[in-house]
Protein backbone atom coordinates (compact mmCIF):
# COMPACT_ATOMS: atom_id res chain seq x y z
CA UNK A 1 0.00 0.00 0.00
CA UNK A 2 1.36 3.05 -0.75
CA UNK A 3 0.47 7.23 0.58
CA UNK A 4 1.96 9.89 -0.76
CA UNK A 5 3.10 13.07 0.49
CA UNK A 6 -0.89 13.64 1.48
CA UNK A 7 -0.04 11.65 4.53
CA UNK A 8 0.23 13.96 7.45
CA UNK A 9 0.56 14.48 11.51
CA UNK A 10 -3.04 12.73 12.69
CA UNK A 11 -3.27 9.77 9.99
CA UNK A 12 -4.17 6.79 11.94
CA UNK A 13 -1.51 3.95 11.79
CA UNK A 14 1.48 5.80 13.85
CA UNK A 15 1.93 2.53 15.22
CA UNK A 16 4.33 -0.04 13.46
CA UNK A 17 6.68 -2.40 14.80
CA UNK A 18 9.37 -1.37 12.48
CA UNK A 19 9.80 2.05 10.49
CA UNK A 20 12.53 1.89 7.77
CA UNK A 21 14.13 4.99 6.59
CA UNK A 22 14.68 4.77 2.97
CA UNK A 23 12.73 2.76 0.16
CA UNK A 24 15.55 1.83 -1.80
CA UNK A 25 17.41 -2.00 -2.38
CA UNK A 26 18.37 -2.56 1.80
CA UNK A 27 14.62 -0.65 2.44
CA UNK A 28 12.40 -2.12 0.12
CA UNK A 29 13.74 -5.93 0.85
CA UNK A 30 13.94 -5.86 4.33
CA UNK A 31 10.21 -3.96 4.15
CA UNK A 32 9.15 -7.21 2.62
CA UNK A 33 10.97 -10.08 4.24
CA UNK A 34 9.88 -8.41 7.92
CA UNK A 35 6.16 -7.82 6.60
CA UNK A 36 6.17 -11.47 5.61
CA UNK A 37 7.05 -12.14 8.58
CA UNK A 38 4.28 -10.81 10.75
CA UNK A 39 5.63 -7.63 10.81
CA UNK A 40 3.65 -4.14 10.29
CA UNK A 41 6.36 -2.04 8.79
CA UNK A 42 6.38 1.75 7.50
CA UNK A 43 8.72 2.30 4.66
CA UNK A 44 9.37 5.84 4.84
CA UNK A 45 11.13 6.98 1.89
CA UNK A 46 12.01 11.36 1.29
CA UNK A 47 11.41 11.38 -2.29
CA UNK A 48 7.45 11.59 -3.68
CA UNK A 49 8.04 9.61 -6.61
CA UNK A 50 7.55 5.94 -6.22
CA UNK A 51 9.67 5.52 -9.58
CA UNK A 52 12.75 7.51 -7.83
CA UNK A 53 15.65 5.53 -8.12
CA UNK A 54 19.63 5.92 -7.77
CA UNK A 55 21.12 7.33 -10.31
CA UNK A 56 24.83 7.11 -9.43
CA UNK A 57 25.68 3.48 -9.51
CA UNK A 58 26.85 0.91 -12.07
CA UNK A 59 24.17 -1.58 -11.59
CA UNK A 60 26.11 -4.48 -11.73
CA UNK A 61 24.54 -7.01 -9.18
CA UNK A 62 26.72 -9.70 -8.00
CA UNK A 63 25.47 -13.56 -7.49
CA UNK A 64 25.58 -13.03 -4.21
CA UNK A 65 21.94 -11.43 -4.27
CA UNK A 66 20.62 -14.03 -6.83
CA UNK A 67 19.29 -15.59 -3.62
CA UNK A 68 17.79 -12.72 -1.93
CA UNK A 69 16.00 -11.91 -5.04
CA UNK A 70 14.69 -15.15 -5.89
CA UNK A 71 13.16 -15.07 -1.85
CA UNK A 72 11.77 -11.67 -2.83
CA UNK A 73 10.23 -13.25 -6.16
CA UNK A 74 11.75 -10.54 -8.12
CA UNK A 75 13.59 -13.02 -10.46
CA UNK A 76 10.60 -13.63 -13.38
CA UNK A 77 10.06 -9.70 -13.21
CA UNK A 78 13.85 -8.84 -13.87
CA UNK A 79 13.93 -11.67 -16.47
CA UNK A 80 11.18 -10.34 -18.41
CA UNK A 81 12.39 -6.76 -17.63
CA UNK A 82 15.39 -8.01 -19.72
CA UNK A 83 18.21 -7.80 -16.54
CA UNK A 84 21.45 -9.31 -18.50
CA UNK A 85 23.05 -12.03 -16.51
CA UNK A 86 26.34 -10.57 -15.63
CA UNK A 87 29.16 -12.70 -17.62
CA UNK A 88 32.37 -10.65 -18.14
CA UNK A 89 35.83 -10.54 -19.45
CA UNK A 90 38.65 -9.14 -17.47
CA UNK A 91 41.66 -6.74 -19.09
CA UNK A 92 44.48 -7.25 -16.54
CA UNK A 93 48.65 -6.47 -17.33
CA UNK A 94 48.39 -10.35 -17.62
CA UNK A 95 46.34 -10.49 -20.34
CA UNK A 96 42.58 -10.91 -20.80
CA UNK A 97 40.68 -13.39 -18.44
CA UNK A 98 37.80 -15.20 -20.42
CA UNK A 99 34.48 -16.58 -18.85
CA UNK A 100 35.11 -20.27 -18.48
CA UNK A 101 31.81 -22.47 -20.01
CA UNK A 102 29.82 -23.35 -17.65
CA UNK A 103 30.56 -26.49 -15.52
CA UNK A 104 27.92 -29.48 -16.41
CA UNK A 105 25.83 -29.99 -13.27
CA UNK A 106 23.36 -28.03 -11.51
CA UNK A 107 23.20 -23.82 -12.06
CA UNK A 108 25.21 -21.80 -10.06
CA UNK A 109 23.67 -18.39 -8.97
CA UNK A 110 24.15 -15.12 -11.10
CA UNK A 111 24.48 -11.91 -10.77
CA UNK A 112 22.74 -9.39 -13.05
CA UNK A 113 23.11 -6.19 -14.79
CA UNK A 114 19.72 -4.38 -14.67
CA UNK A 115 19.28 -0.31 -14.80
CA UNK A 116 18.47 0.77 -11.14
CA UNK A 117 15.85 2.93 -12.91
CA UNK A 118 14.20 -0.63 -13.39
CA UNK A 119 15.46 -2.56 -10.30
CA UNK A 120 14.04 0.50 -7.76
CA UNK A 121 10.65 1.15 -8.54
CA UNK A 122 9.94 -3.01 -8.86
CA UNK A 123 11.75 -3.78 -5.72
CA UNK A 124 9.76 -0.69 -3.67
CA UNK A 125 6.45 -1.93 -5.80
CA UNK A 126 6.76 -5.24 -4.59
CA UNK A 127 7.21 -3.81 -0.95
CA UNK A 128 4.24 -1.60 -1.54
CA UNK A 129 1.95 -4.49 -2.49
CA UNK A 130 3.08 -6.80 0.59
CA UNK A 131 0.49 -6.79 2.88
CA UNK A 132 2.00 -5.50 6.13
CA UNK A 133 4.25 -2.88 4.16
CA UNK A 134 2.92 0.37 4.14
CA UNK A 135 4.76 2.80 1.73
CA UNK A 136 5.23 6.59 2.74
CA UNK A 137 6.50 8.67 -0.15
CA UNK A 138 7.15 12.01 0.46
CA UNK A 139 8.45 10.88 4.20
CA UNK A 140 11.63 12.55 4.81
CA UNK A 141 13.76 11.64 8.58
CA UNK A 142 14.58 14.44 10.08
CA UNK A 143 15.14 13.41 13.75
CA UNK A 144 14.33 10.24 16.28
CA UNK A 145 12.27 9.78 19.38
CA UNK A 146 14.27 8.71 21.81
CA UNK A 147 13.01 7.68 25.19
CA UNK A 148 14.99 6.08 27.94
CA UNK A 149 18.38 5.97 26.38
CA UNK A 150 16.67 4.14 23.35
CA UNK A 151 14.94 4.80 20.31
CA UNK A 152 11.43 4.18 19.71
CA UNK A 153 10.62 6.04 16.82
CA UNK A 154 11.13 8.48 13.94
CA UNK A 155 10.58 11.69 12.95
CA UNK A 156 9.68 12.63 9.22
CA UNK A 157 8.91 15.98 7.41
CA UNK A 158 6.51 15.83 4.76
CA UNK A 159 4.73 18.34 2.26
CA UNK A 160 2.01 18.47 5.44
CA UNK A 161 4.05 19.24 8.08
CA UNK A 162 6.40 16.81 10.60
CA UNK A 163 4.69 13.36 11.75
CA UNK A 164 6.45 11.03 14.62
CA UNK A 165 6.23 7.91 13.60
CA UNK A 166 6.80 4.89 16.15
CA UNK A 167 7.74 1.56 16.35
CA UNK A 168 9.72 -1.08 18.11
CA UNK A 169 12.87 -0.57 16.11
CA UNK A 170 13.98 1.61 13.44
CA UNK A 171 15.95 0.51 10.34
CA UNK A 172 18.40 3.13 8.86
CA UNK A 173 18.28 1.74 5.18
CA UNK A 174 18.53 5.49 4.12
CA UNK A 175 22.42 5.29 2.18
CA UNK A 176 25.41 6.42 2.67
CA UNK A 177 24.92 9.08 4.53
CA UNK A 178 22.44 7.79 6.67
CA UNK A 179 20.43 10.33 8.68
CA UNK A 180 19.24 7.49 11.23
CA UNK A 181 22.81 6.31 12.11
CA UNK A 182 23.27 10.93 12.14
CA UNK A 183 21.04 11.37 14.25
CA UNK A 184 21.92 7.90 16.26
CA UNK A 185 25.31 9.39 16.75
CA UNK A 186 26.42 6.54 15.29
CA UNK A 187 30.00 7.30 14.17
CA UNK A 188 31.80 6.38 11.05
CA UNK A 189 34.99 5.26 10.15
CA UNK A 190 35.59 6.58 6.84
CA UNK A 191 38.56 5.85 4.34
CA UNK A 192 39.69 7.96 1.53
CA UNK A 193 38.70 6.40 -1.85
CA UNK A 194 42.13 6.97 -4.38
CA UNK A 195 39.96 7.26 -7.37
CA UNK A 196 36.80 9.43 -8.76
CA UNK A 197 33.93 8.40 -11.37
CA UNK A 198 32.47 8.92 -14.52
CA UNK A 199 29.49 7.26 -16.11
CA UNK A 200 26.98 7.25 -18.99
CA UNK A 201 24.89 5.16 -20.77
CA UNK A 202 24.99 3.93 -24.14
CA UNK A 203 22.85 2.52 -27.46
CA UNK A 204 24.33 0.77 -29.40
CA UNK A 205 27.95 0.06 -28.00
CA UNK A 206 28.70 -3.51 -29.07
CA UNK A 207 31.12 -5.43 -26.62
CA UNK A 208 33.54 -8.26 -27.41
CA UNK A 209 31.72 -11.38 -26.65
CA UNK A 210 28.25 -8.93 -26.13
CA UNK A 211 29.32 -9.55 -22.75
CA UNK A 212 30.74 -7.15 -19.65
CA UNK A 213 34.47 -5.87 -19.97
CA UNK A 214 36.18 -4.62 -16.80
CA UNK A 215 39.56 -2.99 -17.16
CA UNK A 216 42.02 -3.12 -14.44
CA UNK A 217 44.32 -0.73 -15.44
CA UNK A 218 46.18 -0.22 -11.85
CA UNK A 219 45.30 1.95 -10.57
CA UNK A 220 42.85 3.59 -13.38
CA UNK A 221 39.56 1.11 -13.79
CA UNK A 222 36.85 1.06 -16.51
CA UNK A 223 34.10 -0.84 -17.41
CA UNK A 224 31.20 -1.69 -19.71
CA UNK A 225 28.48 -3.42 -18.87
CA UNK A 226 25.38 -4.25 -21.09
CA UNK A 227 21.88 -3.93 -19.35
CA UNK A 228 18.20 -4.24 -19.97
CA UNK A 229 16.76 -2.53 -23.02
CA UNK A 230 20.32 -2.67 -24.82
CA UNK A 231 21.48 0.18 -22.99
CA UNK A 232 25.34 -0.35 -21.72
CA UNK A 233 26.52 1.46 -18.71
CA UNK A 234 29.77 2.97 -19.45
CA UNK A 235 32.12 3.80 -16.51
CA UNK A 236 35.72 4.96 -15.75
CA UNK A 237 37.21 4.99 -12.16
CA UNK A 238 40.56 7.00 -12.78
CA UNK A 239 43.13 7.98 -10.18
CA UNK A 240 42.78 11.45 -8.52
CA UNK A 241 45.75 12.19 -9.72
CA UNK A 242 43.98 12.54 -13.28
CA UNK A 243 41.22 14.82 -11.60
CA UNK A 244 42.54 18.00 -12.68
CA UNK A 245 42.77 17.55 -16.06
CA UNK A 246 39.09 15.56 -16.16
CA UNK A 247 37.45 18.31 -14.27
CA UNK A 248 38.57 20.82 -17.17
CA UNK A 249 36.35 18.58 -19.62
CA UNK A 250 34.93 15.69 -18.47
CA UNK A 251 33.30 14.45 -21.48
CA UNK A 252 36.36 15.18 -23.79
CA UNK A 253 38.20 13.01 -20.92
CA UNK A 254 35.82 10.53 -20.52
CA UNK A 255 35.96 9.57 -24.12
CA UNK A 256 39.72 10.07 -24.42
CA UNK A 257 39.93 7.53 -21.80
CA UNK A 258 37.88 4.90 -23.24
CA UNK A 259 39.06 5.41 -26.76
CA UNK A 260 42.46 4.46 -25.16
CA UNK A 261 41.36 1.20 -23.23
CA UNK A 262 43.00 -2.24 -24.60
CA UNK A 263 39.89 -3.72 -27.05
CA UNK A 264 38.47 -0.48 -27.11
CA UNK A 265 34.39 -0.59 -27.32
CA UNK A 266 33.55 2.09 -30.27
CA UNK A 267 32.26 4.52 -28.34
CA UNK A 268 32.09 7.30 -31.02
CA UNK A 269 29.61 5.25 -33.25
CA UNK A 270 27.37 4.75 -30.05
CA UNK A 271 24.54 7.54 -29.44
CA UNK A 272 24.68 8.43 -25.70
CA UNK A 273 21.21 8.52 -24.25
CA UNK A 274 22.04 9.74 -20.58
CA UNK A 275 24.20 12.65 -18.96
CA UNK A 276 27.81 11.80 -18.04
CA UNK A 277 27.40 11.99 -14.24
CA UNK A 278 30.18 11.18 -11.86
CA UNK A 279 31.74 11.39 -8.19
CA UNK A 280 34.83 12.93 -7.56
CA UNK A 281 35.01 12.55 -3.29
CA UNK A 282 33.49 9.57 -2.26
CA UNK A 283 35.19 8.45 0.85
CA UNK A 284 33.95 4.79 2.30
CA UNK A 285 31.83 4.39 5.74
CA UNK A 286 31.52 1.66 8.10
CA UNK A 287 29.25 1.59 11.44
CA UNK A 288 28.59 -0.27 13.76
CA UNK A 289 25.16 -1.58 12.54
CA UNK A 290 23.39 -1.28 16.02
CA UNK A 291 21.85 0.46 18.58
CA UNK A 292 19.31 0.61 21.19
CA UNK A 293 16.21 0.16 19.27
CA UNK A 294 18.24 0.77 15.90
CA UNK A 295 19.69 -1.49 13.26
CA UNK A 296 21.64 -0.36 9.78
CA UNK A 297 21.46 -2.08 7.14
CA UNK A 298 23.36 -1.81 3.22
CA UNK A 299 25.05 1.77 2.63
CA UNK A 300 24.16 3.03 5.74
CA UNK A 301 25.83 0.19 7.78
CA UNK A 302 28.77 -0.06 5.50
CA UNK A 303 29.58 1.49 1.98
CA UNK A 304 31.96 -0.17 -0.15
CA UNK A 305 34.77 0.47 -2.76
CA UNK A 306 32.10 1.09 -5.94
CA UNK A 307 35.23 -0.40 -7.32
CA UNK A 308 33.89 -3.96 -6.71
CA UNK A 309 30.15 -3.77 -7.43
CA UNK A 310 29.33 -5.36 -4.44
CA UNK A 311 27.07 -2.37 -2.40
CA UNK A 312 23.86 -3.64 -4.58
CA UNK A 313 24.24 -7.30 -3.40
CA UNK A 314 25.31 -6.40 0.25
CA UNK A 315 21.88 -3.83 0.54
CA UNK A 316 20.04 -6.80 -0.46
CA UNK A 317 21.90 -9.27 1.89
CA UNK A 318 21.99 -7.40 4.86
CA UNK A 319 18.30 -6.84 4.75
CA UNK A 320 17.87 -10.50 4.57
CA UNK A 321 19.91 -11.28 7.56
CA UNK A 322 18.22 -8.44 9.40
CA UNK A 323 14.94 -10.28 8.50
C1 LIG B 1 29.70 5.34 -8.92
C2 LIG B 1 29.05 4.16 -8.22
C3 LIG B 1 28.89 2.97 -8.90
C4 LIG B 1 28.33 1.87 -8.25
N1 LIG B 1 28.20 0.71 -8.95
C5 LIG B 1 27.71 -0.39 -8.33
C6 LIG B 1 27.61 -1.63 -9.03
O1 LIG B 1 27.95 -1.76 -10.22
N2 LIG B 1 27.11 -2.69 -8.36
C7 LIG B 1 26.74 -2.62 -7.06
O2 LIG B 1 26.31 -3.63 -6.49
N3 LIG B 1 26.82 -1.46 -6.35
C8 LIG B 1 27.30 -0.35 -6.97
N4 LIG B 1 27.36 0.83 -6.28
C9 LIG B 1 26.89 0.87 -4.89
C10 LIG B 1 25.36 0.88 -4.80
O3 LIG B 1 24.86 1.95 -5.56
C11 LIG B 1 24.93 1.03 -3.33
O4 LIG B 1 25.72 0.19 -2.53
C12 LIG B 1 23.45 0.65 -3.13
O5 LIG B 1 22.62 1.51 -3.86
C13 LIG B 1 23.09 0.73 -1.65
O6 LIG B 1 21.71 0.48 -1.51
P1 LIG B 1 20.94 1.04 -0.22
O7 LIG B 1 19.52 0.56 -0.36
O8 LIG B 1 21.70 0.72 1.00
O9 LIG B 1 21.01 2.63 -0.36
P2 LIG B 1 20.43 3.60 -1.48
O10 LIG B 1 20.29 2.90 -2.78
O11 LIG B 1 21.29 4.83 -1.41
O12 LIG B 1 18.96 3.95 -0.98
C14 LIG B 1 18.75 4.81 0.13
C15 LIG B 1 17.30 5.30 0.08
O13 LIG B 1 17.06 6.07 1.26
C16 LIG B 1 16.38 7.25 0.91
N5 LIG B 1 16.68 8.24 1.95
C17 LIG B 1 17.86 8.86 2.18
N6 LIG B 1 17.77 9.69 3.24
C18 LIG B 1 16.50 9.58 3.69
C19 LIG B 1 15.78 10.19 4.77
N7 LIG B 1 16.36 11.10 5.58
N8 LIG B 1 14.46 9.86 4.96
C20 LIG B 1 13.86 8.94 4.13
N9 LIG B 1 14.49 8.35 3.09
C21 LIG B 1 15.80 8.65 2.89
C22 LIG B 1 16.92 7.60 -0.46
O14 LIG B 1 16.08 8.49 -1.17
C23 LIG B 1 17.01 6.20 -1.11
O15 LIG B 1 15.78 5.82 -1.70
C24 LIG B 1 27.90 1.97 -6.90
C25 LIG B 1 28.03 3.18 -6.22
C26 LIG B 1 28.60 4.27 -6.88
C27 LIG B 1 28.74 5.56 -6.13
Redesign the pocket.
Known amino acids: MTKSESSGPGDAGHDYDVVI???????SAAAILLARRGVRVAL????SDPE?Y?V???????ANAHPVLDELGLVPDLEKAGAVRNDARWYTRWGWIEPNAAHPGPELPHGYNVR?STL?PLIRARAADTPGVELLTG????GLVQEAGRTVGVR?ATSRGEREIRARLVIG???????VAKFAGIPAEQYENARF?Y?AHFRDLPLRGGIGQTWFLEPDMA?A?PNDDGVTVL?VLPDKKRLPAFRADPEGSFLDFVRALPEAPPVDSAERVTKFIG?VD?PLHSRRPTAPGIAL????AL??D?LW???????LQSAKWLA
Open positions: SGSGLAGLERRAKLCTHSITRDHRVTAADGKDSAGLYFATYIGDATGPGVGCGWA
